[in-house]
């Protein structure tokens, strides 16, 4: 007969369908031996007598509800007009660090309907000042995007273009690249995609199609890869996507791209977050799925950002910016080490020394 302090206490599992995670029941119904000569059993709320002896046998428990707020960010971001600001500065006033660089394109790469087409258009919306729709967005369970399609990000009215290049390409399917091969998308990352090309099982990407970049240049490749994924779908995913994930981007790596990851949909899972989008860096419930999305794509919560991207909303909200525009600056850190990684190194004029 087990002890009830040999008892371990079970751990907690958050439900994110309400407002509070369910405590595990209690073990049903333990005995406990009163005396050599009295056996019984109760459960841990079972009615005993009032009578001293038995009060104090009486087990109690205290489970400690966790709390689904945490006190402080666990991500510091300033949420005001300023800040704002200042990251929109930051963004439309960035050039590569390699002059052969003018621009620094990203491929956007995630499951269908994970919220790539959304995230190019909310982002120029933030520069544009209202909500607009640069990329044409779906809403079938098939990918909208069918073809590569490349989105110099333009600045506020009047300024030049941003140095950033969003490049939108048909989404993932299922546990396998639908439509989408592994060498279409190395294809596209070297350089060697033409620009609106459609992208189809039977006819990859080749030396024989039409706009076919035989010697891409610095502008050609891609500098950088954002993985975007759907923080309401994580744990509906199909397994196979994780083993797609980690082949992208074990081959990826070996072209030396750096990579980071958008979880988009984060109102959706956390109602507080939906109401307030800077309480996003206090949530647990978000905090959590940060963690899981991270194991999806097999790397660290470091290079994963959360992001709310506009769909039903008429408006811009400041907040919602902000929020948008440190995705997108810790995305351009990430595409720069490309160019400081691969710059031309000059060794100078070679000097006769007469000898």
Known sequence: MQNLTEEKTRPFSFSFGSAFPECPAPAAKPAFVIGEDVKSSFTLRSNVSSTKKKEKNTPSYTFPV?????????????????????????????????????????LLLGPVGSGKSSFISSVQSVFNGRVTNRAMVGTSSTSFTKKLQSFNIHGQKGEDPTGLVLCDIVGLGGGEMTGLTLHDILSVIKGHAPE???????????????????????????????????????????????????????????????????????????????????????????????????????????????VKNYSSELELNVNNDVLLLRAVDHILQYADLYFQDNAPQHTGPKIDLGI
């Open 66 to 106: 966790p709390k689904l707020k945490l006190e402080s960010q666990w991500r510091e971001m300033e949420w005001t007009e300023e800040q704002k600001a200042s990251l929109m500065k930051t963004v439309s006033s960035y050039r590569p660090s390699c002059h052969e660089g003018t621009q620094a394109r990203v």
């Open 196 to 306: 609106g090309h459609k992208f189809s099982s039977d006819q990859p990407v080749r030396s024989e199609t039409v706009g076919y970049v035989k010697k891409p240049g610095l502008k050609d490749k891609i500098h950088c890869v954002a993985f975007v994924v759907d923080a309401s779908k994580i744990l509906t995913y199909p397994k196979g996507l994780g083993t797609t994930f980690r082949l992208l981007r074990k081959h990826i790596s070996d072209l030396d791209i750096h990579q980071v990851a958008l979880l988009t949909q984060i109102d959706q899972i956390c109602p507080e977050t939906a109401k307030d989008v800077t309480q996003v860096y206090k949530s647990r419930i978000i905090q959590d799925m940060m963690n899981k999305a991270g194991d999806l794509l097999g790397m660290s919560t470091s290079y994963i950002v959360p």
